[in-house]
C-alpha cells in the first residue's frame, strides 16, 4: 500500500479495434502479452510500477522527496523507459498513444487511484496522433522541461498547447507502421480515415522538426 506523488504515463494501443476486427485473438494475445511481459521486466529493474488492463496500461515512477539530483535522474529514466516501451509496441507492429501526468496516488496490490490517473486518460483521449504527451506545465513543476523536445500541439478539440512528445526510437518504421495503418483505414472506407492521414501528416511535421533540431 502506497500513498505518494508519482509520475504517471497512461499508454493506449493505437487503432486496437479495427486490430480486433481484422485479426485473430489468439494472435492479439500473444502480442500483447510478449509486449506486457518486456515491459513488466523492466519495470521491476528500474523500481517502476506497471498496471496492464488489455491493450492499456499504466507505468508509474515514486518521486522521492530526498535530492533534486536523484529525481532528476529517475525523470531521465522514466522518460527513456516510455521510449523503450513504445519501441516494445512497435515490435509488434502495434503503436500506442497516451500522456503523462504528475501527482498524488494511492496504489494498493490492483488499485491505482488519483488525479494523475484521470489526467493521464484524459490527455490521451486528446492527442490526435500516437504519441505519448508530456505536458510543458508538467515539465516545468518538475524543473525538467530541458530533458524533452518541446512542441506546439493542436488537440483533437482544437485546443493548442506545448508539450514534449515521446514516441519510438526506431522513427523510420514507426513512420512506415502508420503509413501502413492510414493507407488500410482509407482503403477500407473508415469514417476516421480522414483522421488517420490528420494523424500521419501530424507525426511526419514532428519528426522533421526533431531532425532540423
Excluded at 529493474?45 to 496500461?57: A, I, R, Y
Excluded at 488499485?111 to 486528446?126: D, F, K, N, S
Excluded at 478539440?157 to 512506415?176: K, V
Aim: charged share 25%.
Amino acid at each position: 500500500m502506497s500513498d505518494a506523488n508519482y509520475l504517471v504515463a497512461y499508454f493506449d494501443v493505437y487503432a486496437f479495434s479495427n486490430m480486433v476486427r481484422e485479426d485473430s485473438l489468439a494472435s492479439l494475445s500473444i502480442r500483447l502479452t510478449k509486449t506486457a511481459k518486456a515491459i513488466k521486466e523492466r519495470a521491476d529493474e528500474n523500481g517502476l510500477k506497471l498496471f496492464v488492463f488489455s491493450d492499456c496500461g499504466f507505468l508509474l515512477c515514486e518521486m522521492p522527496t530526498s535530492s533534486s539530483l536523484e529525481r532528476d535522474n529517475l525523470i531521465r529514466r522514466f522518460i527513456h523507459q516510455i521510449e523503450i516501451l513504445c519501441d516494445d509496441f512497435l515490435e509488434q507492429d502495434m503503436l500506442v498513444r497516451g500522456g503523462v501526468a504528475y501527482g498524488q496516488v494511492f496504489i494498493d496490490d490492483s488499485i491505482i487511484v488519483g488525479p494523475p490517473i484521470i489526467e493521464a486518460v484524459r490527455l490521451e483521449g486528446a492527442i490526435p496522433a500516437p504519441f505519448i504527451l508530456f505536458p510543458l506545465k508538467v515539465a516545468k513543476e518538475l524543473n525538467v522541461e530541458s530533458y524533452i523536445p518541446i512542441f506546439l500541439l493542436t488537440l483533437k478539440q482544437g485546443n493548442i498547447i506545448r508539450a514534449g512528445l515521446i514516441y519510438p526510437t526506431d522513427t523510420a518504421n514507426y513512420r512506415l507502421l502508420l503509413e501502413k495503418l492510414t493507407k488500410e483505414s482509407i482503403c477500407r472506407g473508415d469514417p476516421v480515415a480522414a483522421k488517420s492521414q490528420h494523424a500521419l501528416d501530424m507525426v511526419n511535421h514532428i519528426l522533421k522538426r526533431s531532425l532540423k533540431e
